[in-house]
């Protein structure tokens, strides 16, 4: 599996887009990239994930790079509730079993 | 629809003693996993079930046991328990091994 780097961690405030980087410059064609969260003390919840095409859901957009080694995930309007440790990893699919290889992180805190 | 649930929630041992992390999903996935989380530190892979009737070790196995009970249940053992598995235990399922992850709640899991 593709290693991923994050920042360890950014700020945002309330109502602004929060861009948070994620760079995975050896991920495979067969690798999609996968975002989770994690709020204090709960357990990791799934964000979205996408392979190549940009993909928007009702909590987040995914920007891939055309050459698939960065991605940005995109908060449009960031609340406080949206404060927690963003996780970016890259999931071997299509045929492969993958397991999930979670690094540190990026700490947002979404401030007033 | 419950989703993932685990017991207990919190728990205290002494070292040496033995306990059972229980987990349940009701969504009906085929694959379960078990991770732990220390304190500023993402997820560890400890064990996981691709299917019902076979468990596979993750990252960080030594320690632990499990048992893929049926399709719904897999529970984590902790045989003779130590201060270093003091940490926050985490069960997941998905549909297959390469799909989105859901998790439980976690156990917080104390050993003295």
């Known amino acids: 599996d593709a290693k991923t780097t994050q920042p360890p961690s950014m700020d945002c405030a309330e109502g602004r887009a929060a861009n948070l980087p994620c760079n995975h410059s050896?991920?495979?064609?067969?690798?999609?990239v996968y975002w989770y969260r994690q709020i204090h003390s709960q357990g990791p919840q799934y964000i979205i994930h996408?392979?190549?095409n940009n993909e928007t859901n009702e909590m987040a957009s995914l920007i891939i790079t055309e050459d698939r080694k960065s991605s940005t995930l995109i908060l449009p309007h960031a609340t406080l509730r949206d404060t927690a440790v963003y996780y970016c990893?890259?999931?071997?699919?299509?045929?492969?079993?993958?397991?999930?290889?979670f690094g540190a992180g990026t700490q947002v805190v979404v401030t007033p | 629809n419950a989703g993932v649930t685990q017991t207990p929630k919190f728990q205290v041992l002494k070292t040496g003693q033995s306990m059972t992390l229980q987990c349940a999903q009701d969504?009906?996935?085929?694959?379960m996993y078990w991770y732990r989380q220390d304190p500023g530190m993402g997820l560890r892979l400890i064990y996981y079930?691709?299917?019902?009737?076979?468990?596979d070790k993750g990252e960080v196995p030594n320690g632990y046991n499990v048992s893929r009970l049926n399709k719904r249940e897999f529970s984590l053992r902790l045989e003779s328990a130590a201060p270093s598995q003091t940490s926050v235990y985490f069960c997941?399922?998905?549909?297959?091994?390469?799909?989105?992850?859901?998790f439980g709640p976690g156990t917080r899991l104390l050993v003295l």
């Open positions: 050896t991920i495979s064609g067969n690798e999609y």
């Open positions: 969504m009906n996935h085929n694959s």
């Open positions: 079930s691709a299917s019902e009737g076979t468990t």
């Open positions: 997941a399922s998905s549909e297959s091994g390469y799909e989105t992850q859901y």
């Open positions: 990893i890259a999931q071997l699919t299509g045929g492969s079993w993958g397991k999930l290889q």
């Open positions: 996408g392979l190549k």
